[in-house]
C-alpha cells in the first residue's frame, strides 16, 4: 500500500504504537487519519499534534454500534476508508486466576474488536474493490505471552482471525496483515518492569525493546509488501520455526528462561 492521499482510522490511537502509526501515516502523505480512542482528550492532543489531515475521536472498540458509527461517519466525511487499523489492546498480568471480567474484556478487546471493525469496514472495501485491514496482534500471538494466560489466548485468536481474513478476502482485492511487534517501549511494558511482572521481564530478555516509532516503520514497510506477518523483531520469525517444530524443546526452553529470571 501506498500511503499517499489514502484514507486512514486507526484505533487506541491516543499513544503507544497507535500514537506512531498514526504520525508516521500522516508524514507518509495519508489524505486524512482518524485518531480514535477510549481516552478522547489525549486523542485530541495526537491529532493536534499531527495537524490539520488528522481528527480525533473517542471510541470504544468493545462498543459494535460505535465501531459502526465510526466507519460511517469517516466514509461520509472523506468518502471510503482506504486502511483501518484495529491497533487497540489490554494486557491482564495474570493466569488462570484472573476473574472472568478480565477475561472478557481481553477478549472483547483484543479480538472482538478486530471483529467489529470488520464487519463495519468491509462492506465498503468489497464494493470498491480493495482496501487493507492492519491488526496489531503482538509476538504474543504467535510465541506465548509468559504471566499472561487471557492475553495470549486472545491474541493467538486476533492472529487466526487476520489470517482467516487474508485467505478469505485477499482474491477481491482486501489485503490483510498482522502487526506481531515483541518488546515495545510503552506504558504497557513499562509499568510491568516496574512491577516487576515475570512476563515483562521475559519480554525485555528476549530480544531488543523497540520504539513505537521504530514499529510504526516496520509496519510501514510491511504495508508497502503487502505482507500478512509484520515483524519488527526478525528474531520472532526464528522463535516461530523452532516452536513449530520442536514444541516440546521449545517449552522446555521457555521455562528455563523462566527459572533464570526468578533464580
Keep these: 500500500m501506498n500511503l499517499t492521499d489514502r484514507i486512514v482510522v486507526v484505533t487506541g490511537g491516543a499513544g503507544g504504537i497507535g500514537a506512531a502509526l498514526s504520525r508516521r501515516f500522516a508524514a507518509e502523505g495519508a489524505a486524512a487519519v482518524v485518531v480514535a480512542d477510549l481516552d478522547a482528550e489525549a486523542a485530541r492532543a495526537v491529532a493536534e ?35 483501518f487499523c484495529a491497533n487497540a489492546g489490554v494486557t491482564t498480568g495474570g493466569g488462570v486466576e484472573v476473574d472472568d471480567a478480565g477475561w472478557d474484556r481481553a477478549w472483547r478487546v483484543n479480538v472482538l474488536a478486530h471483529v467489529y471493525s470488520a464487519r463495519a469496514v468491509l462492506p465498503g472495501m468489497l464494493a470498491r474493490g480493495g482496501g487493507h485491514l492492519l491488526h496489531t496482534c503482538s509476538a504474543a500471538g504467535v510465541l506465548t505471552a509468559v504471566g499472561d494466560a487471557a492475553y495470549t489466548a486472545t491474541k ?31 506504558p504497557m511494558l513499562a509499568d510491568g518492569l516496574a512491577d516487576g511482572h515475570l512476563g515483562a521481564r521475559v519480554v525485555a530478555a528476549s530480544g531488543a525493546v523497540l520504539t513505537p516509532d521504530q514499529v510504526a516503520d516496520a509496519a510501514v514497510a510491511g504495508l508497502a509488501e503487502e505482507r500478512f506477518l509484520i515483524l519488527p523483531h526478525p528474531e520472532v520469525a526464528d522463535y516461530a520455526r523452532r516452536r513449530a517444530e520442536d514444541p516440546d524443546g521449545w517449552q522446555a526452553g521457555m521455562r528455563k528462561l523462566i527459572r533464570r529470571l526468578t533464580a
Excluded: K
Design 156 to 186: 493467538h485468536a486476533s492472529v487466526g482471525f487476520a489470517e482467516w481474513l487474508a485467505i478469505t478476502y485477499r482474491d477481491r482485492g482486501i489485503r490483510v496483515s498482522a502487526l506481531c511487534p515483541q518488546g515495545v517501549d510503552t
Design 49 to 83: 499534534g499531527i495537524g490539520p489531515v488528522a481528527h480525533a475521536r473517542a471510541l470504544d472498540v468493545t462498543d459494535e454500534e460505535q465501531v459502526r458509527a465510526l466507519v460511517a461517519d469517516t466514509e461520509q466525511r472523506y468518502g471510503r476508508i482506504d486502511l
